[in-house]
């Protein structure tokens, strides 16, 4: 697995990780607790968001796929057009 960030890090600096752009539907969620202004609370995984949430978020070729899979949609080819230009 790699994780990407979206900007740069600074040395010391407390990071976050969008558990969603890794896990479809885990076993046992969890609340978050990153103080985030856009923080989504309970986190159980990418299959329980709404698309408008998930294309804020650079997702792993896994959750793309299986949001296919289940939604059956090309929609969010955009989202990922669209990152892979950053
Ligand atoms: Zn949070």
């Not at 790699?2 to 076993?27: C, H, K, Q």
């Not at 986190?43 to 804020?56: C, D, F, M, R, S």
């Not at 939604?71 to 990152?83: D, H, L």
Request: one cysteine or more.
């Amino acid at each position: 697995m790699v994780v990407i960030a979206l900007r740069n890090i600074e040395i010391g600096e407390e990071f976050t990780f969008f558990y969603p752009s890794t896990e479809w539907s885990m076993d046992q969620g969890f609340d978050c607790i990153c103080q985030s202004e856009n923080c989504l609370g309970y986190i159980q995984g990418a299959a329980h968001l709404p698309l408008n949430v998930l294309t804020k978020y650079k997702l792993s070729q896994y959750i793309e796929k299986m949001y296919r899979v289940e939604n059956n949609a090309s929609i969010i080819q955009t989202a990922v057009v669209r990152w892979n230009q950053i």
